[in-house]
């Protein structure tokens, strides 16, 4: 048993990093205070969708992955959060929800 515990953690090991490095190469995570016009554009797109916060934007090229989140009135702390998911054209401004759930 030994071995085969030894030998799955080593293959844990080995490729780990290679699972990190899975992000297309054009790829990046906005900074909210450096890209203003990028966030304030995403704000735009999303003026119609129920959110208190963006928590995260990626960008590449044209399209936008946008993490918000949604507090409910009286809670606190973040554990409560409902998390939504979005593809969103730059172009067109146009967001598609690809998920929404807690915990995620």
Known sequence: MQP??????????ILMPRAWAQAPERFHW???????KTVSRVILALHAEDYSAIREIGLMAESALVFTTLR?????TPEGD????????MGDLKPHKLLRGYGL
């Open 4 to 13: 085969l515990l030894r030998n799955l953690l080593l293959c844990s090991a």
């Open 30 to 36: 906005i900074n909210f205070k450096q890209e203003a």
């Open 72 to 76: 409910e009135p009286g809670w606190a």
């Open 82 to 89: 409902a998390w939504s998911v979005y593809s969103l054209s």
